[in-house]
């Protein structure tokens, strides 16, 4: 079992920026990747940014440039840095866990809210 908590969300204006968290706990072990989605009001969940624990890293095109995502492994966190936010980033925002054997940990989400 893998338990993820997530924060850092909360209500900026357009043009601002927030840096999300996501610490994981329990049986973490060998290769992994972490991952931020997304979700907007009658949206489809979408993916953010993931990071393997080798540290490659990918990105939605919509984000590039503006979020950057990080892993500390020696903490098992992972970071959302997210800059130059738009009004369309506003969504709840989940953190996932997925080990290369296809287990897949979610976390409950924290909400972003970009005002314009």
């Known amino acids: 079992q893998v338990q993820l908590v997530e924060s850092g969300g909360g209500l900026v204006q357009s043009g601002g920026s927030l840096r999300l968290s996501c610490v994981a706990s329990g049986s973490i072990f060998g290769a992994y990747a972490m991952g931020w989605y997304r979700q907007a009001p009658g949206k489809q969940r979408e993916l953010v940014a993931a990071i393997s624990s080798g540290g490659f890293t990918n990105y939605v095109d919509s984000v590039k440039g503006r979020f950057g995502i990080s892993l500390v492994n020696a903490k098992n966190t992972v970071y959302l840095q997210m800059n130059s936010l738009k009004s369309e980033d506003t969504a709840v925002y989940y953190c996932?866990?997925?080990?290369?054997?296809?287990?897949?940990?979610w976390g409950k989400g924290t909400l972003v809210t970009v005002s314009s």
């Open positions: 996932k866990y997925s080990h290369s054997l296809g287990i897949e940990y």
